[in-house]
């Protein structure tokens, strides 16, 4: 997969990440909107390939097959006679996020974009070529970009984590003790796994940063891990951002006295070097420090907008209307987060929460809206709300309630099948709560404050017997 990005990227191409994880159907629409001419995989899943270009002129190229490995033998000693025209401005990859219509958004993404990244905060992490990453994210989840061309550009190794070890947080904090790993990059929901495992076996650590990104973290769940460790090495630094602002907006190194403070529990720091953060009021008016506003972001890092969504880009990337205030000269536009922040007194940003139904969970970004428009097309299902559920301090669930059509049979099982045929797992609701009717507000709006809280035996699924010995 890297040898394939290296490749794409050099002979003047964008790349579109296709995680074979995903649904056929989410995969087939990506492929479709993305409108590829070549399509990089393995021979296992040349079949799934050809699936997704049905209809379409797409080149389909396996790079483990024998006869592609004979044509890279023949040309071994080869490079490329005259490389295409690039500059800065070339798209470099297209990532796709959920999107509320039922459909995901393609974000483009330039080269500008991401060397910048790199260039805008060089000078707090001072990565060099005996650092030592992992690639513990997927390629389609944007944090794999810092990830990958963090260690490749400043000469660093690059250890690809396999997948059964990224889920087991005992291999992959041995993982990280074998390969004398330096830098780590971790959301919160998976390094609290590691904060467990890390007391328990207490191997040898090289980690000179830990860096926190892709959700919201309290500070607090940190102070076991801080207890043990301390805050100078590795030094935890909190890193908020969104695929449209490339990966990362901004910088806080937490200290000991950050992790034992809990009055300010998500401090996210100040913005990169090239980017600025403006918190405007629903009006567009700024707003004062401590005051809750939209965060909306401008700088070196904003994406070209959406690919065939001129309506959207045109709705989330506006016009600067402070441009002339001093801001710097690349910050002619603002980027709507949707994300809630206030400065607090001393400059530094703090996380506050969504302002629409987007959420994140174990750094997936999800909008809550593309599962309800999947649901109420299930024939069964005549209304649909989903929402998140925290009953456990970090442990975030999606549930579904819902109102089923008159003599329709709708099952927890029938539903998660239905959506896991257009979704990725992690969009399918752990439990479905039917009602008879969902909750209203006065104004006729669904009162989610309303919907009752699930029983826990909703949220276990059928047993399934054993297939096969093994």
């Known amino acids: 997969m890297i040898v394939g990005l290296l490749g794409v990227l050099k002979a003047g191409g964008a790349y579109v990440p296709l ?16 409108g590829l001419s070549l399509l990089l995989t393995q021979e296992s899943l040349l079949e799934r390939a050809a699936e997704l270009s049905a209809g379409r002129a797409v080149i389909i190229a396996a790079l483990d097959a024998p006869a592609f490995a004979g044509q890279l ?17 070339n798209l470099a990859y297209v990532i796709y996020t959920s999107g509320s219509t039922g459909l995901p958004k393609g974000v483009l993404i330039e080269h500008r974009n991401v060397t910048r990244l790199f260039a805008a905060s060089t000078g707090q992490f001072g990565f060099n070529g005996r650092d030592v990453w992992t690639l513990f994210h997927s390629f389609g989840f944007d944090f794999s970009v810092w990830e990958i061309w963090g260690a490749l550009l400043h000469g660093g190794r690059l250890v690809v984590v396999p997948h059964w070890v ?11 003790s074998k390969e004398q790993v330096t830098v780590l990059n971790q959301t919160p929901s998976a390094f609290g796994m590691l904060i467990v495992v890390d007391g328990e076996q207490r191997a ?32 935890l630094v909190n890193m908020y951002g969104i695929t449209e602002t490339t990966v990362h907006v901004t910088y806080r190194r937490l200290l000991m006295a950050d992790i034992t403070n809990t009055s300010n529990p998500s401090v996210i720091g100040h913005p990169l070097a ?9 009006q567009r008016g700024l707003t004062p420090d401590g005051v809750v506003g939209e965060l909306h972001v401008g700088g070196a890092g904003l994406a070209r907008g959406y690919l065939n969504r001129p309506e959207l880009s045109a709705e989330r990337f506006i016009a600067n209307p402070f441009h002339d205030a001093g801001e710097p000269a690349s910050s002619t536009r603002l980027y709507r987060t949707g994300d809630l922040v206030r400065r ?17 969970i174990r750094g997936f970004r999800i909008e809550l809206g593309e599962i309800e428009s999947r649901l109420v097309q299930h024939e069964a299902v005549a209304a649909a709300v989903v929402v998140v559920r925290e009953d456990i301090a970090g442990d975030k669930r999606l549930l579904a309630y819902l109102t089923v059509q008159e003599g329709r049979d709708a099952s927890a099982a029938a539903l998660r099948e239905y959506l896991l045929a257009s979704l990725p797992e ?16 006065r104004n006729g709006k669904v009162d989610r404050k309303a919907l009752p809280a699930p029983d826990a035996s909703q949220f276990q699924r059928e047993y399934s017997a054993p297939q096969t010995d093994t």
């Open 19 to 34: 995680d074979p994880v995903y649904p056929n159907e989410r995969l087939a629409y990506m492929a479709g909107d993305s």
């Open 73 to 89: 033998q023949a040309h071994a000693d080869c490079n490329l006679a005259r490389l295409p025209a690039q500059g800065p401005d």
């Open 166 to 176: 990224a889920r087991s947080a005992p291999d992959f904090y041995q993982l990280l």
């Open 204 to 235: 040898p650590l090289s980690l000179r940063c830990v860096i926190f990104g892709g959700e919201a973290l309290n500070v607090a769940t940190l102070q076991p891990w801080a207890a043990r460790h301390g805050d100078a090495m590795p030094q």
């Open 274 to 282: 090239d980017l600025c953060a403006v918190i405007l009021t629903p």
């Open 344 to 360: 607090l007194a001393d400059g530094n940003l703090e996380y506050v929460g969504r302002i629409d139904e987007q959420v994140k």
């Open 426 to 441: 992690y969009m399918v609701p752990g439990a479905f709560v039917l009602l008879e009717q969902l909750p209203l507000t």
